[in-house]
């Protein structure tokens, strides 16, 4: 008898310790995910504020870089009516009247291009020679001649040659147009007016 009771004892008391431990553990659980939760919150907000702060500086850094790389390089020259005599192979052309030269690569004096800056460029030329005559002239780069324009004599009349040519320039290297290195030149050659023109520009700066 004393034995069962005591053994009924033992079970209530136990009963009510997992009810307690229970009971206690679901009330802390509750608060836990709600700490939890706001911790979440907490680090979520956190983490965008990081991303944005990054963001920012990201976009600050390019727009730097940006303007570091922002070059505009473009121009156009031609000859007026006075023009140039053209007397011998291989001669640079002199563009005599300068139409546009943003970024100062053109150089009227020696009739040359240098490039600002490194990158990709454009260029073209076009040629008027003098009527009746023919002519054949190149575009060069750091003398090295790229691709030709070639004119055959019309009697009283202007035949016009014209090329473009698409590189890649180091800061610093030279574009000419010149007559050809080998072919003959007319001793009445003269190139004059607006015919005669060379144009370039900066398609990509690297
Ligand atoms: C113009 O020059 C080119 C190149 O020499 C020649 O092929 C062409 O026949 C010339 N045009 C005329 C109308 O003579």
Known sequence: MMKTFGRIVTIFCFACVVCMVSGNHGGRSDE????QRKRRDYDYDYHLLHMMTNLQRQIRAVEKEMKKRHKEVA???VHDGTGQRITHQSQVVKYNQVKFNI???YHKYSGC????VKGTY???FSLEPYPGTKSSFVITVNDRGMLEGVS???HD???????MVVVSLRKGDHVNVKTHPTWSVDPRQRLRYSGNSFSGFLL???
Do not use: D, W
């Open 75 to 77: 121009f156009t020259v």
């Open 32 to 35: 836990t995910k709600v700490v």
């Open 113 to 116: 291009f240098v490039a600002p």
């Open 204 to 206: 990509y700066p690297r």
């Open 122 to 124: 454009v260029f073209f």
């Open 157 to 163: 009349e202007y035949n016009m040659s014209s090329n």
């Open 103 to 105: 970024g100062g690569g």
């Open 152 to 154: 055959g004599a019309i």
